[in-house]
């Protein structure tokens, strides 16, 4: 197994499309990395010019100690999974799980072994003498995994491997994968827009927007401390609540003017001390779901907010709880791009709102907590756990 380095690696296409930009991200050594991020932001472009199937235009791609820039895709020693599984139809599962063996030269019983220890780790021994149209989607995903692994490349590239399977085979697939990279230990790169599957499966995440790496992290990094607006609006399901407020001293300790409200963070003072210099300015600010409940044991001395009920969806265990507050919601390009992909509702929403004077949130709450049915109510808010953003910047200020 090797690592994958990216420094500085840009892809430039004709007009001066910066499809990836100035891109620094290191794939250790048998780490399972996921590339995500909305359509477009270049994540595939990053992983072909790992494979070899795209020109570098800047900057350099080590694999192992070696740069590659100008090594063949052949020559570079991995493996690529595709969408599609690029199976050939009139092939049996064995000849194609073979077939990146046989422009090697291997002698015909070591071929033989290695198909039969690949169709062993991936299930596929009673399917050797079958046509791919014969198997299932998920059961062709796993020949694809199985030309792939019988190689034995230093390491794995997967190009959504998993979006042409249905949910319940995608959730399956998901696991397969996960214990047969724990197992060979090969060090992969995997590019999913599936936020799920991004946060499932990597070691770490890179979440990237428009050719340009936002964040790189564990999973619970990116979703307790992300960097800016598009990280923090991009991880999370439901999505992080955003709603504009401006930032105040109050007795000496900051507060956050929300709407008509005003929200003490005294209690949690040294967590905004860095923020004092901007007394007075507008700021965002980034609320989990899970960090709004209604008034009860463990929560008495969070701050409140005044709240008007909507709905309530029960999803056992848990129920979401769909709130108006007071105060303005964030509708910046950031945040749309970032949960477009995820949920069209949710965008429709924001535009909704985006001329009113109140912003809806979501509380995540267990599913046994009494609510009123409906009319004003308060939510305890856990400001220990609260985010604030840069309006301009979108950087995270905290």
């Not at 100690?65 to 999974?81: E, K, L, P």
């Not at 077939?99 to 290695?114: C, D, G, N, T, V």
């Not at 899970?290 to 029960?314: F, I, S």
């Not at 949710?346 to 809806?360: F, G, M, N, P, Y």
Request: proline content about 5%.
């Amino acid at each position: 197994m090797a690592s994958i380095t990216f420094q500085g690696v840009t892809k430039r296409y004709a007009g001066g499309i910066r499809a990836v930009d100035s891109l620094d991200l290191e794939i250790r050594e048998g780490e399972f990395m996921v590339i995500v991020g909305p359509s477009g932001c270049g994540k595939t472009t990053a992983l072909r010019m790992a494979a070899g199937l795209e020109e570098i235009s800047e900057g350099r791609l080590l694999i192992g100690d070696r740069v590659v820039n100008d090594v063949s895709a052949r020559d570079r020693d991995i493996a690529m999974v595709f969408q599609s599984y690029a199976l050939y139809p009139h092939m049996t599962i064995a000849q194609n799980i073979a077939f990146p063996l046989e422009s090697q030269k291997l002698a015909k019983a070591e071929i033989e072994e290695r198909v039969r220890s690949a169709a062993r780790t991936l299930g596929l021994e009673d399917y050797l003498d079958r046509l791919p149209r014969q198997l299932s989607g998920g059961q062709r995903q796993r020949v694809a995994m199985g030309r792939a692994i019988v190689r034995r490349p230093q390491a794995f590239l997967m190009d959504e491997p998993l979006s042409n399977l249905d949910a319940k085979l995608r959730t399956q697939m998901r696991t397969e994968i996960i214990e047969l990279q724990r197992r060979l230990g090969v060090s992969t790169l995997y590019v999913t827009h599936d936020q799920v599957e991004a946060m499932t499966m990597g070691h770490r995440i890179a979440i990237m927007r428009k050719g340009v790496l936002q964040q790189a992290g564990t999973p619970l990094e990116l979703y307790d401390a992300p960097a800016n607006l598009f990280v923090a609006a991009f991880i999370g399901s439901p999505a992080m609540n955003l709603v504009g407020a401006r930032l105040v001293e109050d007795g000496r300790t900051p507060a956050l003017d929300i709407g008509d409200q005003r929200l003490s963070l005294g209690a949690h003072a040294e967590r905004f001390a860095g923020v004092a210099d901007r007394y007075g300015q507008e700021v965002v600010v980034g609320i989990r779901p899970e960090h709004l409940q209604v008034p009860g044991d463990g929560n008495q001395a969070w701050p409140q907010l005044r709240a008007r009920m909507r709905m309530v969806e029960e999803l056992p265990p848990e129920k979401m709880v769909h709130v108006t507050i007071a105060g303005q919601p964030v509708t910046s390009d950031t945040v749309v791009e970032a949960i477009a992909d995820s949920d069209k509702g949710i965008v429709q929403d924001l535009q909704r709102q985006a001329d009113a004077a109140e912003v809806s949130v979501i509380a995540r709450m267990d599913i046994e907590k009494p609510l009123p049915s409906d009319g004003e109510f308060a939510l305890s808010l856990n400001t220990a756990r609260l985010h604030l953003f840069d309006p301009r910047t979108g950087a995270t200020l905290v």
